[in-house]
Nanobody, 124 residues
Framework: QVQLVESGGGLVQAGGSLRLSCAAS????????MGWFRQAPGKEREFVAA????????YYADSLKGRFTISGDNAKNTVYLQMNSLKPEDTAVYYC?????????????????WGQGTQVTVSS
């Protein structure tokens, strides 16, 4: 089992920034990648970004490149999502996810564990 604890969500004005954190614990010895997804009301869950512990590779949704940055701290088993220039359309519940396998980073069904989610609200 792997437990994921997210933090850092909240209310921010358009143009502002937030940093989300996700700490993993449990059977992380073969930790391969962690990612962020988001789900807005009435919409499907969508891929935001992923971080591969092997090599530190990062992957982003095309529409978010340049505004969002994902990073990882191996010693803490924690990934971060720095979100800048936030827009009202970024409002969603953001979910952290963990996967043992490689590839298919943007596909939610390929992740093995999920956090509870943290609300991000961007006001106009």
């Amino acid at each position: 089992q792997v437990q994921l604890v997210e933090s850092g969500g909240g209310l921010v004005q358009a143009g502002g920034s937030l940093r989300l954190s996700c700490a993993a614990s449990g059977r992380t010895f073969s930790n391969y990648a962690m990612g962020w997804f988001r789900q807005a009301p009435g919409k499907e869950r969508e891929f935001v970004a992923a971080f591969s512990w092997s090599g530190g590779n990062t992957y982003y949704a095309d529409s978010l490149k340049g505004r969002f940055t994902i990073s990882g701290d191996n010693a803490k088993n924690t990934v971060y999502l720095q979100m800048n220039s936030l827009k009202p359309e970024d409002t969603a519940v953001y979910y952290c996810a963990f996967k043992y396998s490689s590839r298919w980073y943007s596909v939610a069904t390929h992740y093995d564990y999920w956090g509870q989610g943290t609300q991000v609200t961007v006001s106009s």
